[in-house]
């Protein structure tokens, strides 16, 4: 039920918002030349696969968690992106492939060696990583990685439909936060 309603609301999504996608990307190839952003990530059993993102962070950053880059990196339109999470959208492509779900845990980076050892011991991996799910509306981010690792336990633990479609809705209305920027 809830691969069919990643696909089906990706789908939806992708199609509807396309206008604002193509004006995202020119704007995107406005600020740095390059409006997207891959990076590898740990997917469901550990399996890594390829993130898609809108570029918010100029060409050249580092790869590292977001809350260890400095905020100086971040673009002003990607400031933009972030505070709207509209850099999110490109991950919609993301959960039609099946690598990720709408609802579920943020995926990690391979070097946050204390949230995949949090993750690991508390089963986190058994499920598709997410765009949005309770930690990312309660606005907790990778910075607390034992927080973040119980948070995303405590959200699988009887995960249901009415839950899948709250923190769907709850993101769109706006409530919590993306990673926290390192603010040196």
């Not at 590898?40 to 977001?66: D, H, N, S, W």
């Amino acid at each position: 039920m809830i691969r069919f309603c990643d696909v089906f609301l990706s789908l939806i999504g992708l199609l509807s918002l396309s206008i604002l996608l193509m004006l995202l990307i020119i704007l995107g190839f406005l600020d740095t030349g390059q409006p997207f952003f891959t990076q590898r990530r740990i997917g469901r059993e550990q399996k890594t696969f390829i993130i898609f993102k809108f570029r918010t962070m100029q060409v050249g950053t580092v790869t590292l968690p977001t809350h260890l880059n400095s905020a100086d990196t971040v673009t002003k339109y990607g400031r933009f992106l972030r505070k709207t999470k509209l850099d999110e959208l490109p991950q919609l492509w993301n959960v039609l492939k099946g690598d990720m779900s709408l609802v579920g845990p943020r995926p990690c980076l391979p070097s946050q060696d204390d949230l995949i050892k949090a993750r690991e011991k508390l089963g986190v991996f058994s499920v598709r990583p997410g765009i949005t799910g309770l930690a990312q509306i309660s606005g907790i981010d990778m910075s607390r990685p034992r927080l973040l690792a119980k948070t995303d336990a405590e959200m699988l633990d009887g995960f249901s439909s009415a839950q899948y479609f709250k923190y769907i809705f709850l993101t769109i209305l706006g409530k919590g936060s993306g990673d926290r920027i390192n603010k040196k």
